[in-house]
């Protein structure tokens, strides 16, 4: 495929719009002297036809004259013949063109000279009033040769076409070095562009696009790509830091796993190691697997999913939900207070509804003091339906810290010796918001009130 140049094309779009103008002026300017210098030769042929006729009435005896050779001229009466210039005496066979034409006018036409040049005539019929009071039908026929008049325009064309191709050669000049001149910040973005592909990554780590000079283009260019540069480094620290808490979170349970099996080969015969080796064995790979399950879900959710969205009758849903979690809290029932002001279904999908909604009662119920009363509102406005879980949180957040908890197994510093929680409900919780398009908000109020908003567009 063909490489375009943005730069060559604004060159020769400067240079052909330009052209275009210059050729439409310089074509008006010759066509206009061309016609002037026709003009101007029409009218010297006609002040010499009259002076002709002035000088052969005032000595008609005469039948020649010495006039300038370059005019050739020939003067009729009654259709005779009374006066021939003496260029003609060469060619005393030779008449001059005589047409009829009406009394007291002029016609110029296209003629070949004696001499075979191309030339001009002009034709002219008058009455010429006697001084015995008679009158004669005269007729003159004035010819030149227009090889001068040739010369002068096939000169002015030479010149107007070297001028021409000396505009546009300027032309192309000034344009070439205005668009460079006008590019010259794109350019100036690329060489960092390339600068900063050839450094290491720990020069880049710093590295920021920048720009002497403010131009609106560029500067949105720029804002962008350090955007990028700024987002892109924040997933890589955050898949380091992921990395690095999975591999805590797995090989924790694994080293579990080997000190309790070499525990017990070295010990085969310990009543009291064999009687929970089991239940120990199990319950470590149930802790595994759980992890496993989320950090699946979290990836799962990290991409698009399918949607199937179906009416949900919420109070439903809220149901199932707290019979499912009764294994882990028993005074569920009794600590979930119900808010609604929802009377109809809500069209979403199911499996994103019910994550969304086990995972924020769940930390509700385990991040909240015991017995501790748990909200859930479901609030209708115009658009959207509001669902919030509001609980009493034992730990007072700051505002970064609420940020943060929504990355991939993030978990406070005091809840992180429990082996029960991973830190991947709300990022399961966010990941699947982005998904739908649902707004999530998280607050804390000053009295300790850790409220999630969830908005669904109805």
Known sequence: ?????????????????????????????????????QQQFKF????????????????SASTSDNSNNHYVY????????????????????LD???????????????????????GQALLSSYIHRNKDGSSDYMYITVSTSTKSLDRMTGLLDILLIGSFLFSMIIMRIV??????????????????????????????????FYEHKSYSEIDLI???????????RNNIENEKRITSDIAHEIKTPIAELITLTEVHQRFPNDA?????????????????????????LLQRTSSTIEL??????????????????????????NRIQLKTQLDTVIITDIFSLKTILTNLIDNALFYSPPASAIQINVLNNTHNIIIEVINVATINYSETEIQKLIQPLYQYDSSRSDDNRYGLGLSIINNICKINQYPLSITQTITGDFTVTVSIAQ
């Not at 140049?5 to 052909?16: D, G, Q, V």
């Not at 719009?17 to 066509?31: K, N, P, S, Y």
């Open 272 to 296: 009291r190691l064999a009687e929970t080796f089991t239940d120990d064995i199990l319950q470590i790979s149930n802790r595994m697997r759980v992890i496993v399950e989320n950090l699946l």
């Open 308 to 333: 199937y969205k179906e009416p949900i009758d919420i109070s439903l849903l809220l149901t199932s939900i707290q019979h499912e979690l009764t294994f882990k809290y028993q005074d569920i029932t």
């Open 1 to 37: 495929m063909k490489t375009r140049s943005i730069k060559r094309n604004l060159i020769n779009s400067i240079s052909a719009i330009f052209g275009l103008f210059i050729i439409i002026v310089f074509t008006f300017v010759d066509v206009s002297v061309d016609d002037w210098a």
């Open 222 to 232: 720029i804002k962008e790509l350090n955007n990028f540069l700024t987002n892109n």
């Open 175 to 208: 344009a070439k070095k205005i668009v460079q001149k006008g590019l010259y910040p794109l350019e100036s973005l690329n060489r960092q562009i390339k600068k900063f592909n050839n450094n290491n990554t720990y020069s880049n780590n710093d590295f920021a």
């Open 74 to 93: 020939q003067i009729w009466k009654n259709n005779q013949t009374i006066k021939r210039s003496a260029s003609l005496h060469p060619y005393p066979e």
């Open 44 to 59: 010297e042929l006609q002040e010499k036809t009259n002076q002709i006729k002035t000088s052969t009435h005032e000595n």
């Open 96 to 118: 001059l063109l005589h047409t009829k034409i009406p009394i007291n006018s002029y016609k110029l036409v296209n003629v070949t000279m004696p001499n075979n040049e191309p």
